[in-house]
Nanobody, 123 residues
């Protein structure tokens, strides 16, 4: 089992930056791909970004491309999501997730999930 814990959410203004962290514990292995998803009230959970186990391959949703950056530090078992130029429509609960092997873009590909952290962007 892999346990994931997100942190770093909060209330910010439009245009501000925020960095989310996701710490992995338990049966952690570096060869897990990691993803960030988000869910706004009344909407389905959507893919935000993913990174492979080496950190050499990443992918982003079109809505965040150029503003968000996913990275990881395998020595610390931690993945990050740097969010810049935040918009009101980025408001959501952000979840990190882990899956074995390669990148994944659908939430049902990921067997392990954190509890989520709230990000609220005021306009």
């Amino acid at each position: 089992q892999v346990q994931l814990a997100e942190s770093g959410g909060g209330l910010v203004q439009a245009g501000d930056s925020l960095r989310l962290s996701c710490a992995a514990s338990g049966r952690t292995r570096s060869n897990y791909a990691m993803g960030w998803f988000r869910q706004a009230p009344g909407k389905e959970r959507e893919f935000v970004a993913a990174i492979n186990w080496t950190g050499g391959s990443t992918n982003y949703a079109d809505s965040v491309k150029g503003r968000f950056t996913i990275s990881r530090d395998n020595a610390k078992n931690t993945v990050y999501l740097q969010m810049n130029s935040l918009k009101a429509e980025d408001t959501a609960v952000y979840y990190c997730a882990a899956k074995p092997y390669g990148l994944g873009y659908a939430h049902d590909e990921y067997p392990y999930w954190g509890q989520g952290t709230q990000v609220t962007v005021s306009s």
